[in-house]
């Protein structure tokens, strides 16, 4: 869960598609306690000329201040923004300064920024995927199954517009805090993240955790994961993807093979697996 882990977008921008992008820094979307929240945007220098469809990016790192930062979805985002999306890539208030609702409280204020600003973006407010990895993964599953849960909005501006999201890509996510406490030794994360990992946070811990929320609402889902992951064991996502199908539920599976939380990430064809997603249900 620390800063090399897989996806937390390493690149700040690609070869040959600097001409083609607009990366917007710190953009403040919203108040979250007593901190200010940004994010950058990332979005295709030519004007559309029809709104375009949102990724709204969530990085990793273990919820901690010294592992993630929002400038680690610009690659990522960069990529997409080239096929005609508009990226948000943002920063949420991170362990152990604040701990959960905390984090996905701005993530739903960043997703109802940007739906205020529709017009303003040139952006489809009906076509929104979070992505994320590792605990971007747990955040982008958050609101994936945690839509319309009410006590999760928080009060960080925009209040009137939805924070649903329509897709969701989760790359080795916990999403099951409970039964993730004893599979890999998870550590101050969760003392950080909801007080502690004993028996007397289990309720705390349900709480934050996406597989808690499933139901026939939630959006299809592109679930990925190493089977060798040696800090969020397969069997959190393997559960999760059961759980999401039994709901009726779009998933689509993936899992790569001999890859760790950190290593071995080569074989997972992203462009084309997460690009074919987006276009099934983003593009509409």
């Not at 517009?161 to 004893?182: E, M, T």
């Not at 808690?212 to 592109?222: G, H, I, N, Q, W």
């Amino acid at each position: 869960m620390k800063i090399k882990t897989i996806l937390l977008g390493m690149l700040l921008c690609l070869p040959g598609l600097a001409g083609e992008v607009e990366v917007i820094n710190d953009v403040v979307y919203g108040k979250g306690g007593d901190e200010i929240l940004k994010l950058d945007i990332v979005r295709p220098k030519e004007k559309m000329s029809k709104p375009m469809p949102v990724i709204v990016f969530m990085h990793g790192g273990g919820w901690g201040k010294d592992w993630g930062d929002k400038k680690h979805g610009i690659g990522y985002l960069t990529k997409f923004a080239k096929r005609g999306y508009f990226g948000a890539t943002i920063n949420y208030r991170l362990i152990p300064k604040d701990k959960f609702p905390a984090q996905i409280e701005d993530c739903k204020c960043a997703v109802r920024f940007l739906r205020a600003h529709a017009k303003e973006y040139n952006i489809d407010p009906d076509h929104i995927a979070s992505w994320g990895g590792s605990a971007g993964g747990h955040l982008a599953s958050m609101l994936g199954t945690a839509g319309n849960v009410k006590e999760f909005e928080g009060t960080g501006g925009w209040e009137g517009y939805s924070s649903k999201v329509q897709a969701v890509i989760d790359c080795c996510g916990p999403v099951d805090l409970f039964k993730w406490r004893n599979q890999n030794e998870p550590g101050g994360m969760l003392i950080g993240l909801v007080g502690g990992a004993s028996i007397k946070f289990k309720d705390a811990m349900i709480k934050a955790s996406p597989i808690t929320y499933v139901s026939k609402d939630a959006p299809p889902f592109l679930i990925v994961h190493g089977d060798k992951d040696d800090q969020v064991s397969i069997k959190q996502s393997q559960a999760f993807s059961e759980a999401l199908k039994a709901a009726g539920v779009d998933v689509n599976f993936i899992t790569i093979k001999d890859a760790t939380h950190s290593k071995g990430w080569e074989n997972f064809n992203e462009d084309k697996i997460v690009g074919d997603f987006l276009e099934k249900y983003l593009k509409k």
